[in-house]
């Protein structure tokens, strides 16, 4: 479904991904670990192209996404992605968000954009916020009507970059929740998280990333219980 | 001291009659200025540098020259490039006003745009919205709430500023007023009345103002 072909970014003269390779089949659930500044945002918005990749190849379903001649926002369309800050747009209801790029980009008529929208947020357990300004919600609400909001072009990817990690601690649970029953409905997920727990419980596979590479992947069981990388190793004992 | 309202009484009519002029040139100059500005903020934030270039010239131009300097290029110096004989003055004085205010309100809306979190854009455009979409329902929606207190101001020294025109013999209320006190000898009563009716008009779009601020306030916040 994803498949990477020795990819790089280079910011200036900071190259951020120095080579990553990977390929994720569909359905399945990539949780990202690394320290701080190693690239994994970088990594993920790369994905959808809101960064451009300096060199190497990006293939989703079979679209090369880093050949310039393709449409990127038809490729947005199929991968959705949710921020640590939310990013709602303040100045909308939390219908009015969930229900813009149905209306906008896939030009559905408003009864319908705000029926979806509707079920959506039910489906985040907010229905009765539908007519909230983000102002008025907590953060885990926010970040709630964001996955809502994802969710309402129907993509076929999933990305989150640390969803929770904006939160207080007692919100972070509802978020991780709803991201947990995506999973469980096959979405393909790749999630940037510090929440090991989460990620122990959902993931199929962890790819630990450090100065822009994947060192080490594998399922929960082998990074968790039997970590073979040394970096990999003293990362987890710092934060386990 | 003797103060003689009444020697300039029966030229009111004429101060408000140069009062209508004043306000339907300012109207009109913060109109075009105002559409001119929204699309040359868009050219000025461009990626593209030539066009960010030629915005940044238009927008140096307009706001590093006397407005005064502009208005006779546009009345004698423009017809004279084009090889016209003349100009209408209201042209001239409405296109002179109308860029000008279109630099100042390119750069309120430049900076609107730039206060809008870069977050905002790169949600909408996951979404799959295009560039433009991004822009029109979710950034400049927000820019615009921004910019109305700047805004307010702008309109407010554009009133001010058209006075300037009288240069031109446009019969605003500056030129009328002058034309009363040649005629009434009565420089006192007639400026202060002038400068009265000018206080009229910029309080009462302070006043507009402070009130689209609170419409469009109270709903939300930016992030
Ligand atoms: N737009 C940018 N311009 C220049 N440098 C950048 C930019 N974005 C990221 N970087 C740099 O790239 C490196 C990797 O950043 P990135 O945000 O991908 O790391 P990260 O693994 O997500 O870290 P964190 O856990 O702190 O979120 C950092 O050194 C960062 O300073
Ligand atoms: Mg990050």
Redesign the interface.
Do not use: D, I, S, T
């Given at each position: 479904m994803i498949r990477v072909n020795n990819l790089t970014k280079n910011f200036g003269n900071l190259q951020v991904l120095r080579g990553i390779s990977c390929h994720i089949a569909p359905k399945e659930v990539v949780v990202i670990i690394g320290p701080s500044g190693s690239g994994k945002s970088t990594f993920l918005r790369c994905l959808?192209q809101?960064e451009k990749a300096t060199s190497g190849e990006i293939i989703i379903n079979g679209v090369n996404i880093t050949d310039p001649k393709i449409n990127i926002?038809?490729v947005?369309?199929e991968?959705?992605?949710v921020?640590q800050?939310?990013?709602?747009?303040?100045?909308m209801t939390a219908l009015e968000n969930v229900a813009?790029?149905p209306m906008?980009?896939r030009k559905q008529p408003r009864d319908e954009a705000e029926e979806l929208a509707m079920s959506l947020l039910q489906r985040v357990g907010l229905a009765d916020k539908a007519h909230q300004?983000?102002?008025k919600l907590s953060g885990g609400q926010q970040q709630r009507v964001?996955i809502a909001?994802?969710l309402?072009?129907r993509p076929k990817i999933m990305l989150f970059d640390e969803p929770t990690s904006a939160l207080d601690p007692e919100m972070v649970g509802e978020v991780l929740e709803v991201i947990k029953s995506l999973a469980y409905e096959g979405m393909t997920m790749v999630v940037v998280s510090h929440e090991m727990g989460f990620a122990r419980e959902v993931s199929d596979r962890i790819f630990f990333m450090d100065e822009g590479l994947i060192l080490e992947e594998g399922t929960p069981n082998e990074i968790f219980s039997n970590p073979k990388n040394p970096r990999t190793k003293s990362f987890l004992s710092k934060i386990l | 001291m003797d103060l003689r309202f009444d020697l300039i009484w029966s030229y009111i009519p004429l101060l408000l009659q140069g009062t209508k002029l004043t306000i339907q040139l300012t109207v009109f100059a913060v109109a075009i200025g105002t559409v001119i500005g929204l699309f040359v903020s868009l050219l000025r934030i461009s990626n593209f540098k030539p066009v960010s270039w030629v915005a940044k010239i238009y927008v140096d131009f307009f706001r590093g020259t006397p407005l005064l300097v502009q208005i006779l290029l546009f009345y004698y110096g423009v017809p004279q490039l084009l090889g016209l004989d003349s100009m209408s003055r209201h042209v001239a004085g409405i296109a002179a006003l109308g860029l000008n205010s279109g630099a100042y309100v390119a750069e309120i809306f430049r900076s609107g745009i730039l206060s809008v979190h870069k977050g905002q854009m790169e949600a909408a455009r996951s979404l799959g919205m295009t560039y433009a979409q991004a822009m029109r329902y979710v950034v400049l929606p927000q820019a615009f709430k921004v910019s109305i207190p700047p805004l307010g101001n702008e309109f407010i020294a554009m009133l001010k500023d058209s006075s300037l025109v009288s240069v031109i013999s446009l019969p605003d209320l500056m030129h009328t007023g002058r034309m009363v006190v040649n005629r009434a000898y009565r420089s006192f009563e007639t400026f202060i009345l002038v400068a009265l009716l000018y206080l009229i008009m910029t309080t009462t779009i302070s006043q507009l103002v402070s009130y689209l601020e609170r419409v469009f306030g109270k709903d939300d916040q930016s992030q």
């Open positions: 959808n809101l926002n038809l947005r369309q991968v959705g992605m921020f800050r939310f990013n709602l747009f303040p100045h813009l790029a906008k980009v300004y983000p102002e964001a909001r994802a309402a072009m | -």
